[in-house]
């Protein structure tokens, strides 16, 4: 992975470690190299740290540098914290990485990506923009609006899954609401996946 944008924000508590089995393994990505455990015996990669390697139940296990590259074999947006310091960085995404230079073993990292590929906020900074207050989406698709614009948009759901607190929202301003639809759709804008009818009168709207 060489692309730097991380999700966590800047400044978050790191792990301290202390001396430890995994305690190579630190002081590598100190030096920005990658060091795993290898059995000296089998020559098998494993991790995490252990006392004891798995294949041949041998105790001579070391660390050795293995090219820090591999395959993403799953990943998960992660929604609610995990921990009290992650409080306030939902959500970001994790992602199980495969060292195909080292037995195929598994590592869990934070996810950077560069750009970041969110349609969702893409969509929010087009309501924002337009100063949208209201709109209809389908649940999915309201939830994450009204997450990612911290209720600055507030949109309720036109599926059969409701948000009744937003509903009520929207059912009070239905002149002001747009009205956001997954393509294939033919109204007034496209934007990322979505194409958005903006409420008559407003000019900020209307204007392109
Ligand atoms: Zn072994």
């Given at each position: 992975?060489?692309?730097t944008t991380p999700y966590l924000n800047p400044g978050l508590a790191r792990p301290a470690p202390t001396e430890g089995l995994d305690q190579p393994f630190w002081d590598g990505l100190r030096e920005e190299k990658l060091h795993l455990q290898r059995c000296a015996a089998c020559?098998?990669?494993?991790?995490?740290?252990?006392?004891?390697?798995?294949r041949c139940h041998s105790f001579d296990l070391r660390y050795e540098e293995?090219?820090?590259?591999?395959?993403?074999?799953?990943?998960?947006?992660?929604?609610?914290?995990?921990?009290?310091?992650?409080?306030?960085?939902g959500p970001?995404?994790?992602?199980?990485?495969?060292?195909?230079?080292?037995?195929?073993?598994?590592?869990?990292?934070?996810?950077?990506?560069?750009?970041?590929?969110?349609?969702?906020?893409?969509?929010?900074?087009?309501?924002?923009?337009?100063q949208i207050r209201y709109a209809r989406a389908s649940y999915w698709d309201a939830y994450v609006v009204d997450f990612l614009s911290g209720e600055r948009v507030i949109v309720g759901s036109f599926g059969p899954a409701r948000i009744p607190?937003?509903?009520?929202?929207?059912?009070?301003?239905?002149?002001?609401?747009?009205f956001i639809e997954r393509m294939p759709c033919?109204?007034?804008?496209?934007?990322?996946?979505?194409?958005?009818?903006?409420?008559?009168?407003?000019?900020?709207?209307?204007?392109?």
């Open positions: 992975m060489n692309t020559a098998g990669w494993q991790w995490g740290p252990e006392l004891v390697c798995h293995v090219e820090p590259t591999g395959i993403i074999y799953s990943h998960q947006r992660v929604w609610h914290p995990v921990h009290p310091a992650l409080a306030e960085q970001y995404i994790i992602v199980l990485v495969e060292l195909p230079h080292a037995d195929n073993v598994r590592m869990i990292r934070e996810a950077s990506v560069h750009p970041q590929p969110n349609p969702h906020a893409e969509l929010t900074e087009f309501l924002l923009t337009r607190d937003y509903e009520q929202r929207v059912d009070a301003h239905p002149e002001a609401a747009a033919s109204s007034q804008f496209r934007v990322a996946q979505w194409c958005i009818q903006v409420p008559v009168g407003r000019p900020e709207g209307a204007a392109r």
